[in-house]
């Protein structure tokens, strides 16, 4: 085990646990994703804790402490323990007995590096005792320090454990890696020769890890990656990301939108293919329908709302290769504001029933179409 000079910030509740856990005699260290992201100066997420002690001597020492322990995964080694209202997984250090591409049969251990090993990417590998001090099993720091995604030893043996890793490498390599250095060599082709693997993940699985690597800041370099290596038409036949890097050009800083780039992206089934739920379904047909129409920006955010109309203008731009109008945000607030000056009394009684909605509908695109200048004499008359 290698101990690094670098220190790492370690939160009061992860140290509750830390304590009681090294206290009574059982390593324990804050690892995994909370790690890298406190050490590349990012956002962090959930803490997570892997320890020596097996799961009912968490559970003993916890709740002598007075925690409240949840027994969420205890068949491989892992409880949820509470501490200020948070949670934190705890997993007792384990180490791969057998796996099928998608599920593994874990065995405790006492060792570290054991542990370590079975971990996707080596800056993955790296954890952090109560103290702060940063534990590098496995030489992962270099890694991470020169933001290199790389898998732990044998990339095709890695993939072979669970085939989701093929598409977290690309989904890594968007968030965390230089882009400058492209994709590692060796998981590139691993993961290219394991693609077949894909097709045996669960949907909610790859759709999960789609949508997170289309929020990312840039994914077009791992899409044209995935693309290339043919890994993107196993997750979405069809899909397409030429275009992406102009998209996000055009999006010019505006929050990452996951189904945004989809609409983009193309693909067929998409909706399916990813287990949307059904609002991000939704809105992502009616950004392709609309991407595909004619309506104006102001025309849609009459209907849709302004978000909506500045989305399909942004997927239009990018996918025509032409410039935004620079009066689309006053346009998309004009329409989505703009109130139809006729209502259904104006035509009674002489128009009843279906008539009278269809002769509304009929007014009211007549008033959309000339930019919402007509007036309610006019359109009567």
């Not at 949670?87 to 049969?105: K, L, N, Q, Y």
């Not at 996000?248 to 949307?276: F, K, Q, W």
């Not at 849709?304 to 290769?321: H, N, Q, R, W």
């Not at 959309?368 to 309610?376: G, K, N, Q």
Request: aromatic fraction near 4%; include cysteine.
């Amino acid at each position: 085990m290698t101990l690094v000079e670098n220190q790492c910030s370690v939160p009061s509740d992860a140290r509750t646990i830390l304590d009681a856990l090294e206290d009574q005699g059982f390593a324990a260290y804050l690892v995994g994703g909370y790690v890298r992201d406190v050490l590349m100066e990012r956002p962090t997420g959930d803490l997570d804790i892997a320890t020596a002690a097996p799961p009912n001597r968490v559970t003993t020492i916890c709740e002598a402490v007075g925690l409240k322990v949840v027994p969420t995964g205890i068949d491989h080694g892992t409880v949820t323990v509470v501490v200020g209202g948070h949670p934190h997984e705890v997993t007792t250090f384990r180490h791969d007995v057998e796996t099928d591409g998608r599920h593994a049969t874990v065995a405790f251990t006492d060792v570290m590096a054991e542990d370590a090993a079975r971990r996707d990417f080596t800056m993955n590998a790296l954890y952090v005792d109560r103290h702060g001090r940063v534990h590098d099993p496995l030489g992962g720091l270099p890694d991470l320090r020169a933001r290199r995604v790389r898998f732990i030893g044998d990339a095709a043996r890695r993939i072979a454990e669970d085939h989701l890793r093929i598409l977290r490498f690309f989904r890594f390599h968007a968030w965390f890696a230089n882009p400058d250095q492209g994709l590692d060599r060796d998981g590139l082709a691993a993961c290219a020769a394991a693609a077949e693997g894909i097709e045996n993940l669960s949907r909610e699985r790859i759709g999960h890890e789609m949508l997170r690597l289309l929020a990312s800041p840039d994914p077009a370099p791992a899409l044209s990656a995935m693309h290339q290596s043919g890994i993107l038409a196993r997750v979405l036949p069809g899909a397409d990301p030429q275009h992406m890097a102009l998209l996000l050009h055009v999006e010019d800083g505006r929050t990452p939108d996951p189904i945004r780039r989809l609409a983009l992206l193309g693909g067929e089934d998409a909706a399916d293919r990813l287990r949307l739920s059904r609002q991000d379904a939704n809105r992502l047909a009616l950004l392709r329908a609309l991407v595909a129409g004619t309506e104006r920006p102001a025309g849609i955010a009459y209907r849709y709302g302004a978000d909506m109309a500045i989305d399909t203008a942004i997927l239009a731009a990018a996918m025509f290769e032409t410039p935004l109008q620079d009066d689309l945000v006053q346009q998309a607030e004009r329409g989505a504001t703009a109130q139809f000056p006729v209502a259904a009394a104006d035509l009674m009684p002489d128009l009843q029933g279906i008539a009278l909605g269809q002769k509304l509908r009929a007014l009211e695109q007549e008033w959309i179409d000339s930019d919402f200048r007509l007036t309610r004499d006019r359109l009567l008359s």
